[in-house]
């Protein structure tokens, strides 16, 4: 039988935040997902915060040699967190839609 790699269970872990970014957001895009309820610039940025921890796993799973999964999650999640942290910070500034 033959040995698994070293990093399989980082392997796996990538694979599964690289889909938590982007499901996510279209839960929220779509109000199935309030994390606060009526407070969208909170709700916007735990998007923020959520897609930053799943890039950040993209990046330390790229650096203990799982290239493929590490930057697939990285990108995936940095889709979502470059969108919603413009939104997030142009609703802090105090603009409005």
Same mark, same amino acid.
């Given at each position: ?5 070293? !990093? *399989? ?6 694979? $599964? /935040? ?9 839960? =929220? ?6 994390? @606060? +309820? !009526?407070? /969208?610039?909170? !709700?916007?940025?735990? *998007?923020?915060?959520?897609?930053? *921890?799943?890039? $950040? ?5 790229? %650096? ?6 590490? /930057? +697939?999650? @990285? +990108?995936? !999640?940095?889709?979502? *967190?470059?969108? =919603?942290? @413009? %939104? $997030? $910070?142009? @609703?802090?500034?105090? =603009?409005?839609?």
């Amino acid at each position: 039988m033959k040995k698994p790699p070293p !990093n *399989l269970g980082l392997r796996v872990f990538a694979a $599964a /935040t690289a889909f938590v970014g982007p499901l996510c957001s279209v839960q =929220y895009e779509h109000g199935r997902l309030p994390f @606060f +309820l !009526n407070d /969208t610039v909170h !709700n916007l940025w735990l *998007l923020v915060i959520i897609a930053g *921890l799943c890039m $950040a796993v993209g990046v330390v799973s790229f %650096i203990k040699r799982a290239r493929i999964i590490g /930057t +697939l999650c @990285f +990108l995936s !999640n940095c889709a979502v *967190l470059g969108l =919603y942290g @413009f %939104i $997030a $910070a142009f @609703f802090a500034l105090g =603009y409005s839609r």
